[in-house]
């Protein structure tokens, strides 16, 4: 049992949902980033997904983008994300890590290499935003054969057969984006929420997060009440834009702290 499904296992046995939020790696400057995961555990996350930069994201929103721009300009690789969730796991053997990013830097590391170095380097997850499930069973065959979840997104306009063929290659969990665009909107459908989290779980025997638009308290605890765990990006992004960086480490970490109240409320 790979270190998230422990972790679902364990929130589930508990009757609780899980805390997934999302930071880039290397913003606002690399030598923040372990101390920003060690902060987001010390809220209460439960899993942390690590964006790695890229020059040409589809699905991030203006304040992921820039984040991704700050990063790249201070030299920011896929090789350092790597060398930053080793150090993490010096001092934290528990919590699940996913990257979360594009095929580019992948292939450019080559497929093999970047599968031994994220098992080498602690990553428990990995989250190709631009890899589809019809096109890379081979790559999530690799991944699992390391030890390492291969996570999949799913959308509002995810047909039966897409949300099938997914949940063949899957594992760890399942990403389902609340609406149609980009990170960062505000157009959270509560409704359509509701409506598509029992449709997905008829197909896939898999936990479900469901992020995009989730942005305070209030809305991440009405996801909760429908989902298997909350994940949170765009909004902890933005506070780490606006935020001195001697600061970062404590204002994100109770930024999230006031998420995991809310959701164990």
Request: include cysteine; charge should be negative; hydrophobic fraction near 50%.
């Amino acid at each position: 049992m790979s270190r998230i499904q422990k972790t679902f296992a364990a929130l589930a046995a508990q009757n609780k949902k899980g805390l997934v939020p999302f930071i880039t790696a290397g913003d606002p400057a690399p030598a923040l980033t372990v101390d920003l995961m060690h902060a987001l555990v010390a809220g209460g996350a439960n899993v942390i997904e690590l964006g790695v930069p890229f020059s040409d994201p589809m699905a991030d929103g203006p304040v992921i983008q820039r984040a991704s721009e700050r990063a790249l300009a201070q030299g920011v690789t896929l090789a350092h994300v790597l060398e930053w969730v080793a150090e993490f796991r010096k001092t934290d053997g528990d919590t699940p890590v996913v990257l979360m990013g594009y095929a580019n830097p992948v292939e450019r590391m080559g497929i093999e290499a970047f599968a031994a170095a994220a098992k080498a380097a602690g990553v428990d997850g990995v989250l190709i935003v631009d890899y589809p499930p019809e096109e890379c069973e081979a790559f999530a065959a690799l991944m699992r054969a390391n030890g390492i979840d291969p996570i999949f997104l799913l959308a509002p306009t995810s047909t039966d057969a897409r949300i099938e063929a997914v949940a063949r290659v899957a594992s760890g969990y399942l990403y389902y984006v609340s609406l149609r665009g980009v990170t960062g909107s505000a157009a959270l459908d509560l409704d359509s929420v509701a409506q598509r989290i029992p449709l997905i779980k008829r197909h896939a025997n898999l936990p479900v997060g469901v992020g995009f638009g989730i942005r305070d308290a209030e809305s991440a605890r009405a996801i909760g009440e429908m989902a298997d765990a909350v994940v949170i990006g765009s909004r902890l992004v933005q506070l780490l834009e606006d935020t001195p960086r001697a600061q970062a480490a404590e204002a994100l970490r109770a930024f999230i702290a006031d998420i995991r109240v809310a959701l164990d409320r």
